[in-house]
């Protein structure tokens, strides 16, 4: 199983709105992550919008194209897009860069 953590930055104006839409997420949307392979799925938001993403999965690049064939994920991505700083371009998703783990207590 794969451990996968990834960051991104949540716009300060958008915070409690960013909260609120992952208090709600569509059932669709949940159904297919697990679907796909995302298990044990967890974000974490800081107060200056710092979002850490954490998931674990048996094969991460096969987890986001399961999703990317999905509409569900399509249209999620488009409504979540505006909530965040520095995708150049880019959907949520694909902005999603792992981090190296450099340390694991099991």
């Given at each position: 199983m794969q451990r996968v953590c990834f960051l991104l930055k949540v716009r300060a104006d958008r915070?409690?709105?960013?909260?609120e839409r992952h208090a709600?997420?569509?059932?669709?949307?949940?159904?297919?992550?697990?679907?796909?392979?995302?298990h044990n799925y967890s974000?974490?938001?800081r107060?200056?919008?710092?979002?850490?993403?954490?998931?674990?999965?048996?094969?991460f690049a096969a987890a986001r194209a399961g999703?990317?064939?999905?509409?569900?994920?399509?249209?999620?991505q488009a409504e979540m897009a505006p909530f965040f700083e520095s995708l150049d371009g880019a959907?949520?998703?694909?902005?999603?860069?792992?981090?190296?783990?450099?340390?694991?207590?099991?």
């Amino acid at each position: 199983m794969q451990r996968v953590c990834f960051l991104l930055k949540v716009r300060a104006d958008r915070l409690d709105e960013y909260r609120e839409r992952h208090a709600a997420v569509w059932p669709e949307m949940l159904q297919a992550l697990s679907a796909t392979g995302w298990h044990n799925y967890s974000l974490f938001l800081r107060e200056d919008g710092l979002l850490v993403g954490y998931v674990e999965t048996e094969d991460f690049a096969a987890a986001r194209a399961g999703m990317e064939a999905t509409g569900i994920n399509a249209r999620w991505q488009a409504e979540m897009a505006p909530f965040f700083e520095s995708l150049d371009g880019a959907r949520p998703d694909e902005a999603m860069q792992p981090l190296t783990e450099v340390f694991h207590l099991a």
